[in-house]
């Protein structure tokens, strides 16, 4: 026979199942850093922004990144949509004004992509940014979900016609800075409870549901994936979590099969924060060689519009208050408040918070030989 629990001691263990049947189990609290490993004050650490596309000299933004210890890489994007020479002219100049603010990313022409000599010429265009200081190539979603293929299929980004182009920048140890498909969310029906809610309900070109035509996500990573296969030494940077930030043992699972595949976390910290604190931790913690801070904030003026001063000043500051969210989410510990929801911050210790903050884009970018800091 078991002895009887004391009285006192059941009542307690039937209030925390009643507790957990009306609210769910409770968060793992994520223990402190250990002494000496406490994070520093925003201000203190260095933060590169991997993945930004800014395309105007406003002196109150560059204000901001010397007052708040920010830099960022500019990334050129889309290669189809016209833009490539506006693109890269601004994106240049702004590298020459502020090198040390805007070391730059290129991207190539996708309109001339059945043409013949193809891959020369846009191996011979890179090269001329490389030239003028890009430090990495993007690729973007328009391919695999958008342009297609001369036999009406859609060009996936493991397409032989861009092999030469990615054994190209193995060769040169350029990165390929790759935002390939969504998150699984442009596949699924919309739900308001998703972070991605807003961006497909007010951009259904890139929500999928109910487009059976078009390529699965599923298909989609297994070429991004292929890609790594094919060109073993290409350093691939998978931009928004690799969009994978549903399944972070999918992310691990890659990370652990191809050491040059590395992540960024550009518009995905808020996915982060529905993952158990935890276990996005640990995942933080053994793979703190492989993980990249941004966060994908666009100015594009040159696409129209007249920006005006007051719309500049929000733009700066909607951009330091994001920096400050997502530090206070990796940085802090305890209960803190993220996009309006009561989130178990990170808690990660120096030495990771400053790999994952500045030093692995760094190493990975090769930044210290454009902008040294």
């Known amino acids: 026979m078991h002895p009887s629990p004391h009285p006192l001691r059941l009542a307690l263990g039937l209030f925390a199942l009643a507790l957990t049947a009306a609210h769910g189990p409770a968060q793992t609290r994520v223990?402190?850093?250990?002494?000496?490993?406490?994070?520093?004050a925003f201000a203190e650490i260095l933060k590169i922004d991997v993945h930004s596309h800014i395309f105007e000299d406003i002196p109150e933004l560059n204000a901001m990144f010397r007052r708040s210890n920010v830099r960022t890489i500019n990334v050129c994007n889309r290669g189809a949509d016209g833009h490539l020479e506006t693109m890269?002219?601004?994106?240049?100049?702004?590298?020459?004004?502020?090198?040390?603010?805007?070391?730059?990313?290129?991207?190539?022409?996708?309109?001339?992509?059945?043409?013949?000599?193809?891959?020369?010429?846009?191996?011979?265009?890179?090269?001329r940014t490389f030239k003028n200081g890009a430090v990495a190539v993007k690729?973007?979603?328009?391919?695999?979900?958008?342009?297609?293929?001369?036999?009406?299929?859609?060009?996936?980004?493991?397409?032989p016609i861009f092999d030469p182009i990615y054994a190209h920048l193995a060769r040169r140890g350029k990165p390929l800075h790759a935002h390939l498909a969504e998150p699984i969310d442009a596949w699924l029906p919309l739900n308001p409870k998703s972070v991605h809610y807003g961006y497909y309900s007010s951009n259904p070109?890139?929500?999928?549901?109910?487009?059976?035509?078009?390529?699965?996500?599923?298909?989609?990573?297994?070429?991004?994936?292929?890609?790594?296969?094919?060109?073993?030494?290409?350093?691939?940077?998978?931009?928004?979590?690799?969009s994978l930030e549903?399944?972070?043992?999918?992310?691990?699972?890659?990370?652990?099969?191809?050491?040059?595949?590395?992540?960024?976390?550009?518009?995905?910290?808020?996915?982060?924060?529905?993952?158990?604190?935890?276990?996005?931790?640990?995942?933080?913690l053994?793979?703190?060689?492989?993980?990249?801070?941004?966060?994908?904030m666009s100015w594009k003026p040159y696409l129209g519009g007249q920006?005006?001063?007051?719309?500049?000043?929000?733009?700066?500051?909607?951009?330091?208050?994001?920096y400050r969210s997502d530090y206070a989410f990796y940085a802090g510990t305890g209960e803190i408040k993220y996009d309006g929801r009561a989130v178990q911050a990170l808690g990660l210790p120096r030495r990771v918070l400053e790999k994952f903050y500045s030093g692995n884009t760094r190493r990975v970018f090769k930044l210290d030989a454009v902008a040294p800091p």
């Open 139 to 159: 690729i973007w979603k328009e391919v695999g979900i958008d342009l297609r293929r001369p036999d009406g299929a859609f060009l996936l980004p493991d397409d």
């Open 246 to 284: 549903h399944d972070l043992d999918g992310i691990a699972q890659r990370l652990d099969r191809h050491p040059n595949f590395h992540i960024e976390c550009a518009a995905r910290t808020r996915n982060l924060t529905r993952h158990p604190s935890e276990k996005v931790r640990a995942f933080f």
């Open 307 to 322: 920006p005006t001063a007051a719309l500049r000043q929000a733009y700066v500051r909607r951009l330091e208050e994001r």
């Open 205 to 242: 070109e890139w929500h999928l549901y109910g487009k059976p035509s078009y390529p699965s996500h599923a298909t989609i990573i297994a070429a991004r994936d292929h890609i790594l296969e094919k060109h073993p030494q290409l350093v691939l940077v998978g931009a928004h979590l690799g």
């Open 88 to 127: 890269h002219r601004i994106a240049l100049e702004l590298y020459r004004a502020h090198p040390d603010l805007f070391p730059f990313t290129s991207t190539f022409d996708l309109t001339r992509r059945d043409q013949p000599g193809y891959a020369g010429e846009a191996i011979a265009w890179l090269d």
């Open 286 to 296: 053994k793979y703190q060689d492989r993980i990249m801070y941004g966060v994908d």
């Open 31 to 40: 223990a402190p850093p250990a002494p000496g490993e406490s994070a520093p």
